[in-house]
Nanobody, 121 residues
Framework: VQLQASGGGLVQAGGSLRLSCAAS????????MAWFRQAPGKEREFAAV????????DYADSVKGRFTISRDNAKNTVSLQMATLKPEDTAVYYC???????????????WGQGTQVTVSS
């Protein structure tokens, strides 16, 4: 499956942004989907995951209550709605696909190219 992330940009602290990940090549419903992020000078970290059906989701503590992951299997897309953004949310955000549910990178064999999110203070 090929993944294409989009929707990043520059936003002020407290603002909102919605990221999208479009899949092609294979039906998205086959995969668990997640968002990871990598801030400047830091390792990539888990942000959110959603099960194949969308019935199960998990979030990193740092984004819980502010970010919402969702999917539309009919449209082959996954989204990350980000609210109450903070400067520390500044990062490149990656969507990823896996065959098994998990929050660590080794589970994920397919990655999008990343989209930059910058939150100004």
């Amino acid at each position: 499956v090929q993944l294409q992330a989009s929707g990043g940009g520059l936003v002020q602290a407290g603002g909102s942004l919605r990221l999208s990940c479009a899949a092609s090549g294979r039906t998205l419903s086959r995969y668990v989907m997640a968002w990871f992020r990598q801030a400047p000078g830091k390792e990539r970290e888990f942000a959110a995951v959603i099960s194949r059906s969308g019935n199960s989701v998990d979030y990193a503590d740092s984004v819980k209550g502010r970010f919402t992951i969702s999917r539309d299997n009919a449209k082959n897309t996954v989204s990350l709605q980000m609210a109450t953004l903070k400067p520390e949310d500044t990062a490149v955000y990656y969507c990823a696909a896996a065959l098994f549910y998990g929050t660590v990178e080794p589970y994920y064999g397919y990655w999008g190219q990343g989209t930059q999110v910058t939150v100004s203070s």
